[in-house]
């Protein structure tokens, strides 16, 4: 018998579909038919957890001091760790006992932060396309969106001066994240300084997202939010060891910056978990004080899958942007063609999973995303199949 009295919240039933759990169904009837999947949908890395991490996990979890919960603001020594990292890597000085907060991944941080601090009727300035948490958070809280369109002619940058101003006064955060997924599109430090200028001047929290701060490649630096003058003081930039270290399903990011800002998440939290595993918090110590050769192997890799399938790609027709950072590449669909309809084409025509853009918002409708997380070999036979089955830009 059905109770149909049994009923999610109306904060539940009111969020769009989750793209990924659709595409998740797609992907088991299409393997039902016995395709062999090349899953470039995801943004899961491939690549195991490098051995240091590992080991430094085994023995943290022999050690009967880490069994218990761990402190609710995370380890005194993964916090100082952080701040460490953050000095040598961006020369920013931090207050571990502060500014600094882990977390059980920063996806679980980004969507809490909404909760913290936004009311109903709030609104909130996030981009489109756009990491899903950026917005599902702030929809969870009841807060109202205001999307502001991304697109190629301005590099996928935010232009600050599309948002009128009674919007920008109204609104109490913005979201963004550079080096950006799904774009791949790098932001200059001028843009940073700008957008400082612009939130101080209309009272907006600034959330930045910087979770591909490693993967980036040919030299390039990614600036982060804090190393702005007077960022410190109306932002918070999330961090996380899913995909510089492999780490996804060990659930380990962290956030810094404003002590304000910090303090509600971590109020919250503290109704709502114990934060990570110590033994992880250890492993994760590990991570951040890997020596930096292990990052030049992680960016060569992705940069190498890039430019294969940038190449291959070519031949087909296309023309996909060299994206300095992160680990995806965002390929217009053929002329007409939608993204669902491509994606969905795609995969049943050659068994090639790829993330339609619209996935990510409106603003990726036309796009599809696909994922640097396979070897070149299997990257080739993907693209093998694309080219058996006559699928070509035009
Ligand atoms: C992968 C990703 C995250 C989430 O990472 P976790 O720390 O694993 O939760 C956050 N933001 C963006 C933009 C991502 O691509």
């Not at 993964?78 to 907060?101: C, M, P």
């Not at 059980?104 to 969507?111: P, T």
């Not at 995909?243 to 919250?268: C, E, S």
């Not at 965002?330 to 084409?345: E, K, N, R, V």
Request: proline content about 6%.
């Amino acid at each position: 018998m059905s109770v149909d009295w049994i009923k999610p919240a109306d904060r539940v039933q009111a969020l769009p579909p989750y793209v990924f759990a659709r595409l998740d169904e797609l992907k088991a009837r299409a393997r039902e038919q016995g395709l062999d999947l090349i899953d470039l949908g995801m943004g899961n890395p491939d690549g195991a957890t490098p051995a240091p991490i590992v080991d430094a996990a085994i023995e943290a979890l022999q050690d009967q001091r880490n069994h218990g919960y761990p402190p609710f603001e995370g380890t005194g020594s993964f916090r100082k760790t952080i701040a460490d990292w953050y000095y040598r890597r961006y020369n920013v000085q931090l207050d571990s006992e502060g500014e600094a907060l882990p977390l059980i991944g920063s996806k679980e941080g980004l969507a809490h932060l909404a909760i913290a601090y936004i009311n109903p009727g709030d609104l909130v300035l996030v981009p489109s396309p756009s990491y899903p948490a950026h917005f599902r958070g702030p929809l969870i809280a009841g807060g109202e969106i205001y999307s502001i369109p991304l697109s190629a002619k301005n590099d996928w940058l935010i232009d600050l001066g599309s948002i009128p101003d009674d919007v920008a006064d109204r609104a109490k955060m913005l979201y963004f994240n550079y080096p950006n997924n799904p774009t791949g599109a790098t932001a200059p430090r001028e843009f940073f300084e700008e957008i400082v200028t612009w939130a101080r001047r209309h009272e907006i929290v600034l959330v930045h997202d910087l979770c591909y701060a490693e993967l980036a490649f040919d030299g390039y630096q990614p600036t982060s939010l804090l190393e702005i003058d007077g960022a410190k003081e109306i932002g918070v930039e999330f961090h996380t060891l899913s995909k510089t270290y492999n780490m996804a399903g060990w659930r380990v990011g962290f956030v810094v910056g404003n002590r304000h800002i910090i303090q509600g998440l971590r109020t919250l939290k503290t109704n709502l978990d114990y934060g990570i595993f110590s033994a992880l918090q250890k492993a994760a110590e590990t991570a951040l004080n890997l020596p930096d050769h292990y990052l030049d192997d992680v960016q060569k890799r992705y940069s190498e899958r890039r430019d294969f399938l940038i190449d291959r790609f070519a031949k087909l027709g296309w023309t996909v942007a060299k994206t300095k950072a992160t680990m995806y590449l965002w390929i217009p669909c053929p002329p007409g063609m939608g993204s669902t309809d491509f994606a969905l084409s795609v995969l049943q025509k050659t068994g090639v999973v790829l993330t339609p853009g619209n996935a990510f918002g409106e603003g990726g409708e036309g796009y599809v995303r696909l994922s640097l997380i396979a070897d070149l070999d299997r990257l080739g036979t993907a693209l093998d199949r694309l080219e058996q089955a006559g699928i070509r830009y035009a």
